[in-house]
T-cell receptor, first 115, second 118 residues
Framework: SAVISQKPSRDICQRGTSLTIQCQVD?????MFWYRQQPGQSLTLIAT?????????ESGFVIDKFPISRPNLTFSTLTVSNMSPEDSSIYLC????????????FGQGTRLTVV | AQSVTQLGSHVSVSEGALVLLRCNYS??????LFWYVQYPNQGLQLLLK??????LVKGINGFEAEFKKSETSFHLTKPSAHMSDAAEYFC????????????????FGKGTHLIIQP
């Protein structure tokens, strides 16, 4: 298994500002994933972060809006840039540990409200 | 590409009754299938997963699901509902292990809100 710590757990931000969300894992993982869950909706994959390479973004998500860093095998950050109220969502980090193939673990999420 | 359809955004059952949450998938390769549960204001917890072994998969909290290739389904069941089962349930599919060896992220259904009536 894997224990994932996400920070902050929640935040209220002004439109036009940026927020960086941190994801720390207690074991080394190859792939880290970032998802968005809009209010009352399902989860949508934003991007896949592989250590040592550029993140791969899904359709509808761009690096300028959601820059991602992956400096090592246990840590990643997602920045939500130039925020608008439409960015109000829960952002979740997910990992797949080497020891638990085909099993994704999720952090508790960051609940973001943009006002 | 893959997709997931969950029939019924809300399902209501009486305590002690059978729980049946429906999930149909579409995948161009043999899929890995998952059911996750999300309690209010919490993250996602894996209930069970299908990874091409036994077609009947048993998970935590008394849940199980059966993979039916001919029906492209992976319905979640529990014989007797408990009040603590009230939550949001998500079906998800992944095909990443067949596209190069690494995970490819999950495609989620829209979720089913399970309501348990006393």
């Amino acid at each position: 298994s894997a224990v994932i710590s996400q920070k902050p757990s929640r935040d209220i931000c002004q439109r036009g500002t940026s927020l960086t969300i941190q994801c720390q894992v207690d074991s080394q993982v190859t792939m880290m994933f970032w998802y968005r869950q809009q209010p009352g909706q399902s989860l949508t994959l934003i991007a896949t972060a592989n250590q040592g390479s550029e993140a791969t973004y899904e359709s509808g998500f761009v690096i300028d809006k959601f820059p991602i860093s992956r400096p090592n095998l246990t840590f990643s950050t997602l920045t939500v840039s130039n925020m608008s109220p439409e960015d109000s969502s829960i952002y979740l980090c997910s990992v797949e540990p080497f020891s638990s193939r085909a099993e994704a673990f999720f952090g508790q999420g960051t609940r973001l409200t943009v006002v | 590409a893959q997709s997931v359809t969950q029939l019924g955004s809300h399902v209501s059952v009486s305590e002690g009754a059978l729980v049946l949450l429906r999930c149909n998938y579409s995948s161009s390769v043999p899929p890995y299938l998952f059911w996750y549960v999300q309690y209010p204001n919490q993250g996602l917890q894996l209930l069970l997963k299908y990874t091409s072994a036994a077609t009947l998969v048993k998970g935590i909290n008394g849940f199980e699901a059966e993979f039916k290739k001919s029906e492209t389904s992976f319905h979640l069941t529990k014989p007797s509902a408990h009040m603590s089962d009230a939550a949001e349930y998500f079906c998800a599919v992944s095909a990443g292990f067949y596209s190069g060896g690494g995970a490819d992220g999950l495609t989620f259904g829209k979720g089913t809100h399970l309501i348990i009536q006393p």
